[in-house]
């Protein structure tokens, strides 16, 4: 079973194009700032990783548009982790208006566990690993 975990967030105005409608690429920020409360979530922090030395870059990154978010709208990201991650992170977004099921957007990403030093891939950590398997487990 996939860990879905759901990140609110009401736009602002400075996320909008002239006409009151969110610009195309804060989509992606939204699905950064999902994924970046989903990994807190199951007690891994961002910055506790890079302490140890290892980054997670994105390696690929899809959004498909569907309908438009507007100024102060409260939107819902939700985001899902299919698998458990190895040396690649497959994750995917849908993003919704508060209170309905109107699909915004859809989208995905995959990162990649990296040694910061060596700039070299590696399987995710055990204190990675574990959060996963319990999560995905429920």
Known sequence: MPYVYEYRH??????????????????????????????????????????????????????RYRAPAHYDDVIVVDVTFPEPPSVRVPINYTVRHDGNDDVLAEGDTTLCFMDAERRRPIRAPEAIRAPFTAALSD
């Open 10 to 63: 009401r736009v602002r105005y400075r996320e909008c194009d002239p006409m009151g409608v969110v610009y195309h690429t804060h989509y992606l920020d939204y699905f950064e700032a999902g994924r970046t409360e989903a990994l807190r979530d199951l007690g891994v922090r961002y910055r506790d990783l890079e302490d140890s030395g290892i980054i997670m870059p994105v390696v690929e990154a899809n959004v």
